[in-house]
């Protein structure tokens, strides 16, 4: 698959899980009661959202060769390296 992902933890290879810290619950309520803490959860909790092996749980994932995520990698390294 294209967005296969290589876990360098555990060595399996699938599609990554996409985690976020925080709790639906509590920003429902915060959006709820006041709007400016909800905003700022809301705006905490996309800020923490990171892909993780849905195996072992760890972030230490490389793209797979040939996949779109070594693709775009390779092009901003060429592209920040001057």
Same mark, same amino acid.
């Given at each position: 698959m294209v967005n296969d992902m290589h876990c360098t933890a555990c060595g399996?290879? @699938?599609h990554p899980e996409e985690i976020v810290k925080g709790s639906i619950r509590t920003q429902i309520i915060l959006w709820i009661m006041l709007i400016? &803490? @909800?905003l700022f959860y809301s705006m905490w909790r996309q800020g923490t959202r990171k892909k993780v092996c849905p195996h072992c749980g760890s972030e230490a994932l490389e793209p797979l &060769? @040939?996949?779109n995520e070594e693709r775009f990698q390779r092009e901003f390294d060429k592209q920040h390296s001057h």
């Open positions: 399996r290879t @699938g400016i &803490p @909800g &060769p @040939g996949s």
